[in-house]
């Protein structure tokens, strides 16, 4: 028998597709347990090989595993491959891996490009995704009209993707003060699907509407001369209760949307309120849990020289960092004080040097002057002089 050359006949045809099948059967395999390098290998074999019935599902695990082993440039290539096909099903899949490689490196245009090869496949699947995808894009553009036109198109696609983008899109609105529109994104992302992050965007939905509210009656509540944020509203008297009751939840809810600035300007505002009834209520809740003097100890009745370092702290929400540096004032003065003790060191010079140097130790901090200046009173009390016992800068001279 001679052999002859020629086309390959169908059986041959048939053949080498089923060994091309079994290949991107092996490759993904090897994917899905981690082996991206020799699964690469194999889908190259079938693309080298020119498979038409696998090329697209081989381009696309390439694409795939090349980027699952940190080989992007290359893995966005194989998707590139994979969109050229124009099989209904791996093209726009590649598009979809393609879109998003662009996008976790920054290149919008790119992705944005890509996002629209996922749409132009009609492919019903992945248009949510898509819509997703672009409204992003123009996002990122500042296109504010075309963004919302593809916002409403991925809510619309009732598909596993519709609460992530609506959790995209309240995200959005919620932090430009959107509040009725988040909530509405908010609520059609939960028709689709129960979503834990939805749940937190819409308690913050209740937030921001509780600020508004609140802030309703502080405005209200205002001394007169002050523009209110509502001009329409009536010059209303609010009891002194419920105005402090509104500076104390404003504040804190502020502070829970992580607006500390504007917490403490509003806590501000309400312990300087020119209504003393109102200014005393705040006051108090701002105090809420403060350490109370023993009444029956010497200078109860007085104020103490830590209160408005503790007021400020809880106004500005920095009671943690006081805190810290209190105890870390303590814990130095502690060893500087015990150190000679621990040595059973005898020396006067010694032993003063040591206290001096624990007693300097809240000079370094803000807080420091106004310790140093209580003991200085309370020692000219006790030694019943009417002028400073001790020198002026005591105890840092020199």
Known sequence: MTATTGSSSPSDAAGDESAFAD???????????????????????VLEGGSREH??????????????????????????????????????????????????????????????????????????????????????????????????????GGSDSVPDAAQDYAERLLARGETERAEAAV???????????????????????????????????????????????????????????????????LAVRGDQESAAQVWEEGTRHTDADVAGEVRSRLRRGFLEPDPEAEGADEAQWWEPYLETAEAEGSTPML???????????HARAALPLVEGEARVAELRGALEEAVRTPSEFVWGRALHDDFRERLRKAAGSSEDVLPEGWPDLG
């Open 23 to 45: 290949l991107c059967d092996q490759a993904r395999d090897l994917a899905h347990n981690g082996h991206f390098a020799r699964a690469a290998q194999l889908y190259e074999k």
């Open 55 to 156: 090329r697209a599902a081989a381009a696309l695990g390439l694409a795939v595993a090349r980027h699952s082993a940190g080989q992007v440039s290359e893995a966005r290539e194989a998707a590139r491959a994979a969109m050229e096909t124009g099989h209904p099903e791996y093209a726009p899949r590649a598009a979809y891996h393609l879109a998003l490689s662009c996008e976790e490196e920054g290149l919008l245009a790119d992705a944005e490009r890509a996002w629209t090869a996922v749409l132009d496949s009609g492919h019903e699947g992945y248009a949510p995704a898509a819509h997703h995808g672009l409204a992003r894009a123009a996002e990122e553009r500042g296109d504010a009209d075309v963004a919302r036109g593809h916002w409403e198109r991925a809510l619309a």
């Open 187 to 253: 609520r059609r992302g939960l028709e689709a699907g129960e979503h834990p992050g939805l749940r937190m965007l819409l308690g913050a939905v209740h937030v921001e509407r509780a600020i508004e509210q609140f802030g309703i009656v502080v405005d209200t509540a205002a001394p007169r001369g002050r523009a209110v944020g509502d001009p329409s509203l009536p010059a209303a008297d609010v009891p002194a209760p419920a105005a402090a009751t509104a500076y104390e939840l404003l504040a804190r809810l």
């Open 323 to 333: 805190a810290g540096e209190l105890f870390a004032a303590l814990g130095a003065a």
